[in-house]
Structure formats: C-alpha cells, structure tokens
C-alpha cells in the first residue's frame, strides 16, 4: 500500500471528473456507501474519495478513509453556492473557517481548516479568481436568492455546501491537516435548481430521475442549462487547482 496518500474528497463524481481522468488509477475499493479510486497523480499517491451529498455520508466515508489507509492530508473539493454579491460563478472558495448550520448564529462557532495548506493554495492559480474566507455547511440545499441572502447575512462566510463540516471534523479526529476548496456553481442572485428529490441512497443525483424532474417541469430547462454550463466550468477550475497543488503539499 502507498504511504503518505493525499486524501482528495469529492461528494459527486462531476465534480471530480477531471482528477479522476488524470489519475493513474490502480484499486477501485468500496467504502461503506462511497466509491474510492486509489492511484497516483503528479508524482503523489492519491486517494479519490465519492462520498456522495451530505455532510453524514462524508463524514463517515472519510471516517473508513482513515481506518483503511495512510492518509497525510484531507482536500475537500466541491460545488458552492455564492452567499455574498462578491462571489461570481467558477470562482473559487478558500476556506479558512467552517460553520454548521444549526448552531447558535449569535455566536457561531467555526472549525479552523489548516493554516499551512491554505497559505499554500492561496498562492496557485492566479489565473481563477479566488477568495478566502468562511464556508458554511447546511443539511440541505440553499436554492432561493432570499434564503442565501439570508445566511450570509447571519454567518460570516462567502459560500454554502453540504459536506465540508462533516470531513473536517474527522480530519481534527485524526489529526490530519485540512483544505477545503469549492466553486461556485449558483451566485447569490441565482435560484438554484432543486434536484434534492433525485438522490439516491448513495448520495448521488440519479439522472433517470433527474431527467424526469426536467420533464415534468419545463420551466425548470433554461435555468437547468445554465446550472451544467457552470458545472463543467467549476469542475475545471478544481481540476486546474489540485493539478497546481499536489505537487506543493507534501
């Protein structure tokens, strides 16, 4: 077995389409309910980790990462929804500090991500916009402009996902150093195409159901368009990002 692997987490396989490809991959094994490719990439040894949506199917895949292999270090990549009038689509979100929803908003709590990973990653890309700042983590996802205004306005913190409070927190477990990147996908002016109702029991979007949300709600297409259209340009942008920064993390 490799040594010193880098963890690379991702929720959906899109968003690590491109890692995966440039991978030498050389082990596929399961994890609970997540999928794992095992392999190398720019000289590093790699695990790529699917945890599929949510920040309990994440946490407990990272939990079996941990258990089943040497990992050195944790990248969080990922899909974001804008929460402040600053961040534009395929930006990307450094995070410095993680909240969870649910904790008291008057005085939030955050969990600190690794200061020395993310001093390095700041300096890559000066081609992608980035911005470095709080991440918060919900249960489920954030589609309407007002709801989004409304926790920006109640957390300090540019985007929202869904897993990164669950990996980081067993990332402090183990005493593993942390980094969290996301792209914007959805700004905070962009109503979110809600696709919750079309995942399956491991996390990812089933695109037979997901084909038949579209169908039964036509409206729905232009904005469904424009939601892939920032998803291939987010996907490069992280694949651009853990390109420039696996040869800088060890």
């Not at 292999?69 to 990549?77: C, D, E, M, R, Y």
């Given at each position: 077995?490799?040594?010193?692997?880098?963890c690379?987490?991702?929720?959906l396989?899109?968003e690590?389409?491109?890692?995966?490809g440039?991978?030498t991959v050389d082990?596929?094994?399961?994890l609970?309910?997540?999928?794992?490719f095992?392999?190398?990439?720019?000289?590093?040894?790699?695990?790529l980790?699917?945890s599929?949506m949510?920040?309990?199917?994440?946490?407990?895949?990272?939990?079996?990462a941990?258990?089943r292999?040497?990992?050195?270090?944790?990248?969080?990549?990922g899909?974001?929804?804008?929460l402040?009038?600053?961040?534009?689509?395929?930006?990307?979100?450094?995070a410095d500090?993680?909240?969870?929803?649910g904790?008291?908003?008057?005085?939030?709590?955050?969990?600190?991500?690794?200061?020395?990973?993310l001093?390095?990653?700041?300096?890559?890309?000066?081609n992608?916009p980035?911005?470095?700042g709080?991440?918060?983590?919900?249960d489920?996802a954030?589609?309407?402009?007002?709801?989004?205004r409304?926790?920006?306005?109640?957390?300090?913190?540019l985007?929202?996902?869904?897993?990164t409070?669950?990996l980081?927190s067993v990332?402090?477990?183990?005493?593993l150093?942390?980094l969290?990147?996301?792209?914007?996908t959805?700004?905070?002016?962009?109503?979110?195409?809600?696709?919750?109702?079309?995942?399956?029991?491991s996390?990812?979007?089933s695109?037979?159901?997901?084909?038949?949300h579209?169908?039964?709600?036509?409206?729905?297409?232009?904005?469904?368009h424009?939601?892939?259209?920032?998803?291939?340009?987010?996907?490069?942008?992280?694949?651009r990002f853990?390109?420039?920064?696996?040869?800088?993390?060890?």
């Open positions: 077995m490799m040594n010193n692997m880098v690379i987490v991702a929720a396989k899109e690590a389409a491109g890692i995966k440039l991978m082990g596929s094994p399961r609970g309910s997540a999928r794992a095992t392999g190398s990439w720019q000289g590093r040894a790699v695990l980790l699917l599929g949510g920040k309990q199917r994440a946490r407990a895949a990272l939990s079996l941990c258990e292999f040497p990992l050195s270090a944790v990248v969080s990549i899909y974001a929804g804008g402040c009038p600053e961040l534009r689509e395929a930006d990307l979100v450094l500090k993680v909240f969870a929803s904790g008291a908003p008057e005085n939030p709590q955050p969990l600190q991500t690794s200061a020395a990973l001093e390095r990653a700041a300096a890559l890309c000066p992608i980035s911005h470095r709080g991440l918060l983590t919900v489920a954030v589609c309407k402009p007002a709801e989004k409304a926790l920006g306005n109640r957390y300090p913190v985007a929202v996902d869904m897993e409070a669950g980081l990332a402090l477990e183990h005493r150093p942390f969290s990147v996301r792209c914007i959805d700004t905070v002016d962009q109503e979110l195409v809600d696709f919750s109702s079309c995942v399956e029991a996390g990812e979007v695109k037979l159901k997901a084909g038949w579209v169908l039964t709600h036509p409206g729905i297409l232009p904005k469904v424009e939601l892939r259209d920032h998803c291939r340009k987010a996907t490069h942008h992280l694949t853990v390109a420039e920064f696996l040869p800088v993390s060890s």
